[in-house]
């Protein structure tokens, strides 16, 4: 196998990975909120929503293919700033129970006088751990996938795993 599908396909492990933790804090918040449990809070629509994420990243990486390397370094970056983007959504949907909104972002930034107290055992959980490890992980794999692209069968396959995975969007929840 080359290294760039093997890359490739670490990345899209690690990136389900970040995705079941999210459709575990889904459960977790929709348990809590209606005492729903199990198939019936039909919270696995998180997986198709992420599903489109992880295409459009799958599409970066195909594309980076038919690129200089010298351009594709601009996609490297896009593809990490989204990962990690992705990851500090999953922190803050675990640490206060809510999505992270842009405009909180704009508003909350400055303000990081946050108690050791209150934020400390929610870095340092075996979740947060986890979600670092996955984050690094999918880091690496898509920077070395996407540098290692080649317009081949394996550009290919990942082209076509992207456009299945971005028409998950279609698909009726």
């Known amino acids: ?6 890359w490739a396909i670490i990345f899209a ?3 389900v990975g970040l995705m079941a ?9 929709v348990a809590s909120a209606t005492a729903c449990l199990g198939d019936a809070c039909q919270t696995w629509h998180t997986f198709l929503l992420d ?3 992880l295409g459009a990243v799958l599409a970066l990486v195909a594309l980076a293919a038919l690129l200089p390397k010298l351009l594709r ?15 500090v959504d999953l922190f803050v949907l675990q640490f206060l129970n809510m999505r992270l909104n842009f405009t909180d972002i704009l508003k909350y930034s400055g303000d990081v006088k946050v108690s050791q107290t209150v934020i400390a055992p ?5 979740f947060s751990i986890l979600l670092v490890a996955l984050t690094v992980l999918a880091c690496v794999a898509v920077a070395k996938a996407m540098m290692n692209a080649s317009p081949n069968r ?17 698909l009726p929840m």
């Open 1 to 6: 196998m080359k290294k760039f599908l093997r």
């Open 13 to 15: 492990l690690a990136f």
């Open 21 to 29: 933790m999210r459709h575990h804090l889904t459960v977790q918040a």
């Open 51 to 53: 599903a489109v994420l």
């Open 73 to 87: 370094i601009p996609l490297v970056l896009l593809a990490i700033v989204f990962v990690v983007l992705f990851s």
């Open 122 to 126: 929610k870095i340092f959980s075996v």
């Open 154 to 170: 394996s550009f290919a396959l990942v082209a076509l795993a992207a456009a299945a995975l971005i028409g998950v969007h279609w």
